[in-house]
């Protein structure tokens, strides 16, 4: 039987076919992906802070650029950032006063609406017997007395969120920073890293930077007019049905609406809630009606045309990327899809045509050298 023969010294050993050195390989690529995986969920928190930042510096280039044109682009960056800044306390001035004065006033007028409800009770035969088994109006009644002296006990409920909002508070303060200084400096680091790249590759890749954060800046363009439409509907809708702070509520849904998908829906219900205390239920049934059109005509006509538009995406990516984007990082990921899903399609075009045959060519055939001279006549 002849000898299996021993392995040169310094040779790899091989293992079924594999040499030590591959498994080896292979084995620290799966311990490095995992360590990678590991440190981005570890995280993940500032890295969604970080990719927040840069969808608001580009959103926000595209203002900043058209102020530049007539001073000086430091103080184009802290006009648009104090008007970014101003919009949230114009805001609460509108909504907080109307909400107050609604609130106080449904404490206010609790019992008398469950003394209506008595009596609505009371002339349904139905709804007499239910009453007759199990008291419910008059445990109603008893809860709205009590009511009045258990506000106060909301106090110790906001304070239990008190930690939370302030480092929602930090998070914002963050994001405005990281921005601040991606918007001040962000395009310089891409052209430095264009730059590193080649002359040619650096022109393809300024290119698809530029294209990238006009998609973003008319994507932001097409939700705040998609919203406006919404808005300036909405408070038709409420003053032809007489519902006070039609203007505030009209803001309410201008906001909101800037939310995919859930959005538009939770700014239908709070106002149909605030309608029952007005008109019930002439105005809830008609504001009820509306929301569902307009909805179904928003999500399936507006949104689609106007994002399509905006962006240059065909409205079934746009209604794919929303879902995929709402399904796997909820309000947020339904938020930011359809730019990026505008980015991954530019990218993939961009690409496309740098990697063109004669793009090619022109990028890899080398620089003829130069003829020698031909001899002159004897």
């Known amino acids: 039987m002849a000898a299996v023969p021993s392995p040169a010294p310094g040779a790899p050993v091989k293992l079924s076919g594999l040499s030590s050195r591959v498994v080896l390989r292979v084995v620290l690529i799966v311990v490095l992906v995992v360590l990678a995986l ?8 500032p890295l969604t802070w970080v990719f927040i930042a840069g969808f608001v510096a580009i959103a926000l280039s595209g203002p900043v650029n058209l102020l530049q044109r007539r001073m000086r682009r430091g103080f184009a960056i802290a006009l648009v950032y104090f008007g ?11 909504l907080v006063p109307p909400i107050v004065e609604q609130l106080n006033l449904l404490i ?20 007499r017997q239910l009453e007759q088994d199990y008291n419910i109006t008059a445990e109603l009644q008893k809860q709205a007395s009590s009511l009045p002296a258990r506000v106060g006990d909301a106090a110790g409920i906001l304070s239990g969120i008190g930690l939370r909002l302030v480092n929602s508070i930090f998070a914002g303060v963050t994001i405005l920073i990281l921005s ?23 022109e393809w890749l300024n ?12 994507y932001v363009a097409g939700a705040l007019g998609q919203a406006l439409v919404a808005g300036v509907l909405a408070y038709i809708v409420l003053l032809i049905l007489g519902v006070p702070y039609a203007g ?16 538009a829906t939770l700014g239908a219900i709070l106002v149909g809630v605030i309608t029952v205390f007005n008109d019930f239920p002439t105005a809830t049934i008609v504001w009820t009606i509306w929301s569902i059109i307009y909805q179904q005509v928003e999500n399936s006509i507006i949104q689609p045309w106007i994002q399509a538009r905006a962006v240059q995406v065909h409205p079934f990516v746009v209604l794919v990327s929303v879902l995929f984007g709402s399904t796997l990082f ?10 990026v899903a505008a980015a991954i399609q530019i990218a993939i075009v961009e690409y496309n045509s740098f990697r063109r045959p004669e793009n090619l060519g022109a990028v890899r055939a080398p620089v003829p050298a130069p003829e020698p001279p031909e001899p002159e006549p004897a």
């Open 84 to 94: 970014l800044i101003l919009v949230p306390v114009l805001v609460a001035a509108m």
């Open 180 to 202: 601040l200084f991606m918007l001040g400096s962000g395009r310089g680091w891409l052209n430095w890293v264009a730059e590193r790249q080649g002359h040619e590759r650096a």
């Open 248 to 263: 505030s509520l009209a803001v309410v849904i201008f906001l909101l609406d800037l939310v995919p998908l859930v959005g």
């Open 330 to 339: 909820g309000v947020l990921g339904a938020l930011l899809a359809i730019p």
């Open 38 to 45: 590991w440190l981005i969920y570890e995280v993940r928190r």
């Open 108 to 127: 206010d007028n609790l019992p008398q609406y469950v003394t209506d409800l008595q009596q609505f009770v009371a002339k349904n035969e139905q709804l």
């Open 207 to 218: 290119r698809l930077f530029d294209r990238i954060g006009n998609a973003v800046g008319n």
